[in-house]
């Protein structure tokens, strides 16, 4: 399975972005996508996560009501919209894969098997 994100950028606080996750390869054994962010300095984030076969999702406090992800199972592609994007909200976002169907916690970044290579979000003050 690869990852490529894409969509991010400079944004004023206030604005909006969606970043994409587009999944190719053997995307039929993902379970689910998570999205984290790492700003510098700091531990890498859980910021939501997408059951790809129940389409459930899951957010991190921080974001919930602000971001939503939701999925396109003819394109293998998730997003992740923001709004109401904060100074705090400026990081490197990445997507994850999960193929494995045994529980886990979609919260922790050992939950994943697949990586996407970052997209930077910096949103201005």
């Known amino acids: 399975v690869q990852l490529q994100a894409s969509g991010g950028g400079l944004v004023q606080a206030g604005g909006s972005l969606r970043l994409s996750c587009a999944a190719s390869g053997r995307t039929s054994r993902i379970y689910f996508m998570g999205w984290f962010r790492q700003a510098p300095g700091k531990e890498r984030e859980f910021v939501g996560a997408f059951n790809w076969r129940e389409g459930t999702t899951d957010y991190e406090d921080s974001v919930k009501g602000r971001f939503t992800i939701s999925g396109d199972n003819a394109k293998n592609t998730v997003y992740l919209q923001m709004n109401s994007l904060k100074s705090e909200d400026t990081a490197v976002y990445y997507c994850?894969?999960?193929?494995?169907?045994?529980?886990?916690?979609?919260?922790?970044?050992?939950?994943?098997?697949?990586w996407g290579q970052g997209t930077l979000v910096t949103v201005s003050s």
């Open positions: 994850s894969a999960r193929i494995d169907n045994s529980f886990a916690n979609w919260r922790s970044v050992r939950a994943y098997d697949y």
